[in-house]
């Protein structure tokens, strides 16, 4: 649990937070299914699996699925992913020698979508976010766990970015995740 991995190969360019690696085989096309623990018990909802690895397959846990049911049995949709419209890296020792960089924890900043609140904010590529709200982000999985278990869409945040060699606190209004193309 904790790992996410890239939904692109699902529906879209976006990533799943907290992800379950499983190694219960999941047939292609039997994925939406109950992943059960020892006792019986479900514990997440299977998602994905990866060609080739033989049993490695992933499960959205169900306290993801227990905050998005209400609105996907109302709207058949949920769309309170918050959003913040940026693309990076995690932050290396090489990238912070590379860089000139005085952290080698967070995420760096890649790219800034011209559309998104990171850019409404002055997020600039090469920034490194180290944390939200206070709390501490080494990397990108840390930084998008937090943003699906803490944040709403439209809510302001806090990030602390490190650009240069200053440490800065910036605020944030975050957006709403776009719909995976079609």
């Known amino acids: 649990m904790g790992r996410t991995i890239d939904e692109e190969q699902l529906i879209g360019n976006f990533r799943i937070a907290n992800i379950i690696q499983t190694s219960v085989l999941i047939n292609p096309g039997n994925s939406g299914g109950p992943l059960l623990n020892a006792l019986g018990k479900v514990v997440g909802i299977t998602t994905a699996v990866v060609k080739d690895a033989q049993g490695l397959a992933f499960a959205i846990p169900s306290n993801a699925i227990l905050k998005e049911v209400g609105a996907l049995i109302a709207n058949r949709s949920y769309s309170d992913h918050s959003y913040l419209g940026v693309a990076g890296t995690d932050m290396t020792y090489e990238l912070a020698q590379r860089y000139s960089l005085n952290v080698t924890y967070g995420w760096r900043v890649v790219e800034v979508n011209a559309t998104g609140p990171a850019h409404d904010a002055r997020i ?59």
Do not use: A, F, K
């Open 124 to 182: 600039q590529p090469g920034d490194v976010i180290v944390g939200i709200n206070g709390t501490r982000i080494r990397n990108g999985d840390e930084m998008l766990s937090y943003m699906e278990e803490n944040t709403v869409p439209n809510e302001t945040v806090e990030l602390t970015v490190v650009r240069g060699i200053q440490t800065q606190t910036i605020p944030v209004v975050l957006g709403t995740r776009p719909p995976p193309p079609v």
